[in-house]
DNA sequence: GGAGGTATAATTGTATACAGATGTACATAT
DNA sequence: ATATGTACATCTGTATACAATTATACCTCC
């Protein structure tokens, strides 16, 4: 028997409008429906429309009796988002630091390896890695929740990460944040591999707590809506 | 323009079986096909699509090339949900605290004296208020979750709080916990009519991390598998 | 010119048809 | 007897048709 399914054309659309969501391709308050996404992207209704029904699941969207409206997120519930992080995130850690597997360390320090390239990169010769550093930011913590061992962990802490996206994105631009935020994963790792799970959630605490303090300062400055 | 949608064949679906699998109607492992469903609910495939997409989103079941898993929930998934609301639950409490109105305080007292009015019945004359009773503690934390003020909190601790439905049932038929549950929420009821958050927060802890007890170590009575 | 009603267009909700994929059972060959 | 291949039944994924609902524009009446 076949374990997975292969990745259907539903799969893509709602992939595709989460990011466009999250990136602010398409705003707070825009009005999306269904048929026109359907010609656009050039598939029937039906996969738009479940697509459409796991983002509203996902509170990223609002489905009224005309169309769905874009919600996103706001300055508040950002804060909100890495006020739970905060208090949650170091139990996750702890538990990886129990858990976790030499494969699994094998594949967080690639990603720390890569992410460390790009940051360097951005560092001399100036071009802009903020997306790649973002994806790999948005890896690391996702295997920090998934070596939790825990589903609990991993569905309660993935949401609220992914939902940062945008955020992310601009405070690695603006300010030297991307490797400072490097430097914390890196301790992290090492906290993971010396299998010390009391300094990797304290560690952890602490860098949501600066990564926090850091996007909500930046923001204040960058987006001004509401 | 209408704001709300009218409720439709799909949501219904939805509830039900989400309802159908938390109470073990359909257990861990049985399968679940979208055609046997809709004809056994008189519906077409569309909305049981709808409503087993939406399932899985909220890892309720896991979807095959062949059909639709019930996936439940373990004694370790559910240590580990208590675990995360002992942390976050407080916080909640804290905000409701400082944000509940004076209606909000009326909807609660309402539900508190129905919750009151069973657990007497219960102990007066015996009969089985387990369902009404767990009902009206799943009312409870909904609302105190929604008037924290913040859709993160309201997000988060929503769903690990009906995932945890059938647990409630059976720690409530189960001893004594009825009681002692209707107390601790009288309590915090009473510290969010003061809002008094620093108060309230203690006591939500608190009565999170009885109840996780109270469920775990009945759990292992009564409850063989995993 | 404004208010109200009606026709119309657009959009969602549901059902159904069809294609592709997959497991199963049975037959056949070794 | 076992392994293999093939036909079939079943299920999902997608497209499409149709009904019900709702906003909008226009037209009429005052």
Redesign the interface.
């Known amino acids: 028997?076949?374990?997975?399914?292969?990745i259907s054309i539903a799969d893509q659309i709602f992939e595709q409008l989460e990011h466009d969501i999250l990136t602010e391709k398409y705003k707070r308050g825009d009005m999306l429906t269904e048929q026109k996404l359907s010609e656009t992207l050039g598939v029937s209704r039906t996969p738009v429309?479940?697509a459409l029904?796991?983002l509203e699941?996902?509170?990223i969207v609002h489905?009224?009796?005309?169309g769905t409206v874009v919600i996103g997120i706001t300055q508040?519930?950002l804060r909100?988002?890495y006020?739970?992080r905060m208090?949650?995130e170091g139990?996750a850690a702890a538990r990886a630091a129990a858990n976790i597997s030499d494969e699994g360390l094998a594949k967080m320090k690639d990603i720390l390896e890569l992410q460390r390239y790009y940051v360097e990169k951005t560092k001399s010769d100036g071009s802009d890695n903020s997306e790649n550093i973002k994806d790999l930011d948005s890896d690391f913590h996702r295997l920090l929740y998934l070596y939790s061992g825990?589903?609990?962990?991993l569905?309660?802490l993935l949401?609220?990460h992914k939902k940062m996206i945008k955020y992310r994105k601009a405070a690695v631009r603006h300010g030297g944040r991307a490797l400072c935020s490097l430097e914390e994963h890196e301790g992290i790792y090492r906290a993971l591999a010396a299998h010390d799970s009391e300094l990797a959630s304290k560690l952890a605490t602490e860098h949501v707590r600066r990564a926090g303090d850091s996007i909500l300062s930046k923001n204040t400055e960058i987006l001004k809506w509401d």
């Open positions: 028997m076949r374990e997975h399914k292969s429309r479940e029904r796991r699941q996902e509170h489905e009224t009796s005309r508040n519930d909100d988002m006020e739970i208090h949650v139990l825990s589903k609990a962990y569905e309660t949401p609220l």
